[in-house]
């Protein structure tokens, strides 16, 4: 049981956030065979930017897989994050982008932010 001491209410005093980058994402795992089961979800395979995000409060990192900073490159990423209801979490995916716009104007930011 948890003891609160000094404080109004029962909630446990509140923590930053556990994780914080540069973070090593999870790895695939080479297999001779593909596992079977109910337990087993597959999904397909895209190529995009491998990305951890870190938010903690108001605060939002992107980390690549190398553990180098992206969310210069992707403030649209950013911004939606900030509006989900949880104030704190980790993500570990893919920004996958649909559109060929979209991939240009990625391409065009790497190019002038490389300079």
């Not at 556990?18 to 297999?31: C, N, Q, T």
């Not at 990192?61 to 509006?83: D, H, N």
Request: glycine fraction near 6%; proline fraction near 8%; charge should be positive.
């Amino acid at each position: 049981m948890l003891k609160t001491v000094g404080r109004k209410d029962s909630r446990p005093p509140r923590r930053g956030l556990e994780l914080k980058p540069p973070y090593a994402p999870m790895e695939a795992l080479s297999v001779d065979e593909i596992p079977t089961g109910d337990e087993w979800q597959y999904e397909p395979k895209w190529d995009g930017f491998r990305c951890l995000a870190f938010r903690d409060g108001d605060k939002v990192e992107l980390q690549s897989k190398s553990g180098q900073p992206l969310a210069r490159y992707f403030p649209e990423m950013v911004a939606a994050l900030l509006k989900l209801k949880a104030k704190k979490f980790v993500l570990d995916g893919e920004i996958v982008l649909t559109r060929r716009l979209a991939v240009l104007r990625v391409l065009q930011r790497f190019i002038t932010l490389a300079q």
